[in-house]
């Protein structure tokens, strides 16, 4: 079982919908949480950081269930620009990555 | 963004070439990574330094070999190279720690290597 687990998509959604990412992990001693963006062909940039209390920035929503092991992200009024991968890491010691949700946000 | 550059940007390769790839960080950073992303797979962590010290390799064969002269500076030395070892050969860089532990600080991704072995 991989220590990440994302559905790998592809989410494909009109300009101004919202859509839900989630990823769950395997490891209950998994000390923080993230969501990190790749574009095509890119390399991986910090979206946000995950906090149990659930965390805003923008259109961007993050929560954090620790009992269930499940992070989400909520994407609202998408924009053309959102399209990409979107990659839930945990550091374990180290990052570790889920292999990503591909986003594609249509006009 | 120039915070962290990577060279060459794109390199193909022979199975018995040896060549080496270049990171550098301009944040003033005290660690560095090498991660390795295959096509559909999730990054792969292949080897931390902290403070130029190895503090992890993730099990990865003997023709990769990391050298870290500096904070500022990494490499990745490539030796008798198998077509499955093509990929995106990411560096990364964070803050780093001076005492024990792990490292949680965020990190910083340069653009990344693209491999290609023939």
């Known amino acids: 079982r991989k220590e990440v687990e994302q559905d790998p998509g592809p989410f494909n959604v009109p300009e101004g919908a919202t859509v839900a990412f989630n990823c769950t992990y395997s490891?209950?001693?998994?000390?923080?949480f993230f969501w990190y963006r790749q574009d095509c062909r890119k390399e991986p940039k910090l979206l946000m950081s995950?906090?149990?209390s659930g965390n805003e920035d923008g259109r961007f929503t993050a929560q954090l269930n620790r009992a269930s092991q499940y992070i989400s992200l909520l994407i609202r009024d998408s924009k053309l620009s959102d399209s990409a991968t979107y990659l839930c890491?945990?550091?374990?010691?180290?990052?570790?990555f889920g292999a990503g949700t591909r986003l594609t946000v249509k006009p | 963004e120039t915070g962290v550059t990577q060279t060459p940007r794109h390199l193909v390769m022979g199975m018995t070439n040896k060549k080496s790839l270049k990171c550098e960080q301009h944040?003033?950073?005290?660690?560095m990574y090498w991660y390795k992303q295959s096509a559909k797979k999730p990054l792969e962590l292949m080897f931390v330094?902290?403070?130029?010290?190895?503090?992890e390799n993730n099990s990865v064969p003997s023709r990769f070999s990391p050298e870290c002269p500096n904070s500022s500076h990494l490499f990745l030395h490539l030796h008798t190279l198998q077509p499955e070892d093509s990929a995106l050969y990411l560096c990364?860089?964070?803050?780093?720690?001076?005492?024990?532990?792990?490292?949680?600080?965020?990190?910083?991704f340069g653009p990344g290597t693209r491999l290609t072995v023939l």
């Open positions: 890491v945990v550091n374990r010691n180290h990052l570790r």
């Open positions: 944040l003033g950073h005290n660690a």
């Open positions: 490891n209950s001693a998994s000390q923080s």
């Open positions: 995950v906090y149990s």
């Open positions: 990364a860089s964070s803050q780093g720690r001076t005492s024990g532990g792990p490292l949680t600080d965020t990190q910083y």
């Open positions: 330094y902290n403070f130029k010290e190895q503090t």
